[in-house]
Every structure is written in C-alpha cells, then in structure tokens.
C-alpha cells in the first residue's frame, strides 16, 4: 500500500485522535483517515453526477 506525508494542523489532529484508540471508531489514526478519504471521495462523486460530470467523461 503507498504510504503519503501530509501536513494537518494540531486542532484536526486533535480532532481525529478523539475518535482514535482502543474502544473508539478507529483503530489507528491511518484507519480514521482512509475512511475520511472514502467518505469524502463518495461526496465528490456525488457532486459530479448531479452536476453532469461522469467518470471517464472530458471536460
């Protein structure tokens, strides 16, 4: 699996490790911000198919 660097700020950092940890929705901060993508990935594709914006369609 590709691993990436990104920068957060400490208060989304903060915010993510509150929902991190035994016990909590995520396991791992890795598992909270892949699902994070997903979600976010689903929404923007949401957006472009109302918006007439299909896969593999040229703009």
Do not use: C, F
């Not at 400490?10 to 890795?30: F, N, P």
């Not at 689903?42 to 198919?49: N, R, V, Y």
Request: hydrophobic share 35%; net charge negative; glycine share 6%.
């Amino acid at each position: 699996m590709p691993k990436i660097s990104v920068d957060i700020p400490q208060e989304l950092l903060d915010d993510l490790m509150a929902h991190v940890g035994e016990d909590k929705k995520y396991v791992s901060q890795s598992d909270a911000i892949r699902a994070a993508v997903r979600r976010l990935l689903d929404a923007l594709d949401e957006i472009d198919e109302r918006r007439g914006r299909t896969k593999g369609a040229k703009n």
